[in-house]
C-alpha cells in the first residue's frame, strides 16, 4: 500500500534537546496528522493540520503544513523522557479528513536519554 | 470523550481457528471504521474500510473472505480473520470516525493476535 516517506527513522538524544522530523510525499494531501504511538498502544493523535501553510503548536510540539501539501514537519521542543515511542506523520487524500482512508509514514522511533 | 475500544487486546490461538476482534465507540457513533493491520517495527496498513449498514471497502491485496468486517451498528464493527496461519500474527488496530467537523479518528489501543 501506499505510504508516506518520514525521516530520521530512528532519533537518539539526550533529555532537554529539540527534535525535528519530516514527512513527504509525491501525493498532494489536504490534511496532515501527526501521531505518537507508544508500544502496544494505537497511535494517539498530537496535531491536526487542515490548510497549506498552516503553522500550529500543541505544547512543546510544533507542526507545518507544507506550502506545497506534499510535506509537513514536527518539532518537539525540550524533550523529556516521556516523549519515548514511535512518531507517525500521516496524510488525508480526500477532502472529508474524518472519514477518508489515512495514509501513514513509516515513522520516527524517538528514544530520549536522561 | 472519543473513547474507542477494541477487545480482545491479546490473543493466542491455533492455526486453523477463526478470531474475532471487535471495536466499539464507547461515546460516539461512528459513520465510518477503519481496520489497520501492523507487523513488528512497520507502519500501519489500512485493511479496509466499513460504513454502517454497507459492505466494507477492502484495500487491494486483502482478501475479504480471510478477513469479514461487519459494521452492524454505529457503535461496533468487528473483523473476523478466518482460518488463521502464523502469517496473520499482527497487531490489529481500529479507528472510529463520527463524521462530525472536526473530528478526526480515534484509535483503538489494538489487538495482539498470535497464531501458534
Known amino acids: 500500500g501506499q505510504q508516506l516517506n518520514q525521516s530520521p527513522q530512528s532519533m537518539f538524544i539526550q533529555e532537554g534537546e529539540d527534535v525535528s522530523m519530516n514527512c513527504t510525499s509525491s501525493s498532494i494531501f489536504n490534511t496532515w496528522l501527526w501521531y505518537k504511538q507508544d508500544p502496544g498502544e494505537g497511535p494517539v493523535l498530537l496535531i491536526a493540520?487542515?490548510?497549506?501553510?498552516e503553522l500550529t503548536s500543541n505544547g512543546r510540539l510544533t507542526a507545518q503544513f507544507g506550502i506545497t501539501r506534499k510535506d509537513s514537519f514536527l518539532n518537539i521542543s525540550a524533550s523529556i523522557p516521556s516523549d519515548v515511542g514511535i512518531y507517525f506523520c500521516a496524510g488525508v487524500g480526500g477532502l472529508s479528513y474524518n472519514t477518508d482512508k489515512l495514509i501513514f509514514g513509516t515513522g520516527t522511533r524517538l528514544q530520549v536519554f536522561p | 470523550g472519543a473513547v474507542v475500544s477494541q477487545h480482545p487486546s491479546w490473543v493466542i490461538c491455533k492455526s486453523g481457528t477463526s478470531v474475532k476482534i471487535e471495536c466499539r465507540s464507547l461515546d460516539f457513533q461512528a459513520t465510518t471504521m477503519f481496520w489497520y493491520r501492523q507487523f513488528p517495527k512497520q507502519s500501519l496498513m489500512l485493511m479496509a474500510t466499513s460504513n454502517e449498514g454497507s459492505k466494507a471497502t477492502y484495500e487491494q491485496g486483502v482478501e475479504k473472505d480471510k478477513f469479514l468486517i461487519n459494521h452492524a451498528s454505529l457503535t461496533l464493527s468487528t473483523l473476523t480473520v478466518t482460518s488463521a496461519h502464523p502469517e496473520d500474527s499482527s497487531f490489529y488496530i481500529c479507528?472510529?470516525?463520527?463524521?462530525?467537523?472536526?473530528?478526526?479518528?480515534?484509535f483503538g489501543d489494538g489487538t495482539r493476535l498470535s497464531i501458534l
Open positions: 493540520l487542515y490548510k497549506a501553510g
Open positions: 479507528s472510529a470516525a463520527s463524521g462530525r467537523t472536526n473530528q478526526p479518528q480515534h
